[in-house]
């Protein structure tokens, strides 16, 4: 056997599959041995009465991620890389915008010199925000061949939206490269139309931002997403499903055999329209988009989430302190229409899904796996060396104490950002250590990677995300 460099012994390996009692043996940052008893390593952990289960996969956040008018989110690389270890994840994908007006590369560039600080692994998706046939033709190859194959489209947001006529050259361009496309899916006329409606009748407080977004306009977005993949023939993922009339949509189109794939996130089962409504201007800190919805709903996602309808359940982290010049409150107290839009989830992602889901009896500590790490790796083209306990992955490995209890607070986020949506929520279960492709980089909360120690995941084709064959009348127009 190869001399082993780390045993973790005594553990219950948690995957995808089952639980198993077994020693796991590590050398060269992957997992070489899985067997009831191992001999000893340079280094041994003992994990008797833990759980050892596949550091979290976070396959939607938004890191660094530069703004047209300067500057870029708050969080970057290095702390994000904090935040995501506390919390027992290990690997990210995040984004490289694309402005109205700019290409790919100069972006993608930037992105790179940003992410070559992180000590998370990474990979990204490409937003598409201006698909003109430049775009498409000259710089979409090269970032494919950087091994970028999710592209990310918004069907609302004045700066990101794409009308029907560019989200179409979008999977087109998609399919013709071997890409999955994800997708914002929320009405954007209709969302406008309303916030117009809402600020002329005088309604400005945060709690507004749920009404200018109802569940109606995720729900015929989200349709018109599915009906326009399916004529291109185009697998897509539905990005932060907040609400059962989005989920049916998808159900509908998976009992078809349409390739498309829900995404949640904890905020649709946690909190709600009515945090919003918080006093004073504390309802914006649980402002995102889709809005969290009324607290009946969340039993709803987790029936869609039990039936495997949504699959994959990440934190759509997108941060920003409620504080400071980019804050939520950079324009003082002024109306929701102008308050960033997204909230920090990157380290409690996990401890949220876990005891909502396992430590409650909702789900199975197999599906937990699934959810957060499998699925999402599978999905992004990172399988078989991310998100599983096998022999041969990465040895990316979370310890977890099931039974242990906390209570959510700023400071266990370790995030740059100053409040945590689900401060004083407390949980059931929780990472106590976690190794990066075999290395210790967290023990008892206490981040230890460097800097820079992160690696970049290029992404090959793969098969999850082609095209089913299946197109109206047989005639394939994105390869006429
Ligand atoms: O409110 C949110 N979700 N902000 C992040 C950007 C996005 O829509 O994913
Ligand atoms: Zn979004
Ligand atoms: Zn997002």
Redesign the pocket.
């Known amino acids: 056997m190869t001399q082993l460099e780390t045993a973790i012994r005594g553990g219950t390996v948690v995957t995808a599959e089952g639980m198993i009692r077994a020693d796991v043996g590590i050398a060269g940052g992957r997992v070489v041995a899985l067997a009831e008893s191992l001999p000893d390593a340079a280094r041994v952990i003992e994990a008797d009465g833990l759980w050892v289960m596949p550091g979290g996969v976070d396959s939607h956040c938004?890191i660094e991620e530069a703004q047209p008018g300067g500057g870029a989110n708050e969080e970057s690389f290095v702390t994000a890389s904090r935040a995501a270890f506390a919390g027992g994840t290990t690997s990210v994908v995040c984004f490289i915008p694309q402005w109205k007006g700019g290409g790919l590369l100069e972006r993608l560039a930037d992105v790179e010199a940003r992410a070559a600080h992180a000590m998370l692994d990474h990979a990204f998706h490409q937003i598409i925000t201006d698909p003109t046939d430049a775009v498409l033709e000259r710089e979409l190859p090269q970032v494919v061949a950087k091994g970028i194959r999710s592209l990310k489209a918004f069907l609302t947001y004045d700066s990101m939206h794409l009308d029907d006529g560019q989200f179409l050259k979008v999977l087109v361009a998609a399919k013709r490269h071997g890409c999955l496309v994800t997708v914002?899916c929320e009405n954007y006329a209709a969302i406008n139309w309303r916030i117009e409606a809402l600020l002329a009748a005088g309604m400005t407080a945060p709690k507004y931002h749920a009404w200018a977004r109802p569940p109606v306009v995720e729900r015929e977005a989200t349709h018109r997403a599915i009906a326009l993949a399916e004529v291109v023939d185009q697998p897509i993922q539905i990005?932060?499903v907040s609400c059962v009339e989005a989920a049916d949509e998808i159900a509908r189109a998976q009992a078809r055999g349409v390739k498309v794939w829900g995404e949640t996130c904890p905020q649709y089962f946690t909190l709600t329209a009515g945090d919003m409504d918080r006093p004073g201007f504390e309802g914006a800190k649980f402002m995102?988009?889709p809005a969290p919805r009324e607290a009946e709903e969340h039993a709803r996602v987790w029936e869609m989430i039990r039936r495997g309808v949504l699959d994959i359940v990440s934190s759509?982290h997108?941060a920003f302190s409620f504080e400071g010049t980019a804050g939520k409150r950079q324009n003082g107290d002024a109306s929701f229409a102008v308050i960033p839009?997204?909230i920090p989830g990157l380290t409690a992602r996990l401890p949220l899904v876990f005891s909502e889901g396992v430590a409650k009896g909702r789900i199975s500590p197999e599906h937990f796996v699934r959810l957060t790490a499998t699925n999402p790796a599978k999905l992004m083209g990172l399988w078989p060396r991310k998100g599983g306990i096998h022999i041969g992955a990465d040895a990316d490995i979370a310890l977890w104490d099931p039974t242990r209890r906390t209570r959510l607070t700023n400071a266990l986020m370790q995030h740059a950002i100053d409040y945590t949506p689900y401060e004083g929520i407390e949980v059931t279960g929780w990472p106590l250590r976690l190794l990066r492709r075999g290395e210790v980089v967290m023990a008892d909360g206490e981040v230890s990677a460097e800097p820079g120690s992160g690696r970049y995941l290029p992404r090959a084709p793969y098969p999850m995300v082609a095209p089913r064959g299946v197109v109206p009348f047989g005639f394939d127009a994105a390869n006429a």
């Open positions: 938004h914002h990005f932060h995102c988009s759509d997108c839009n997204g």
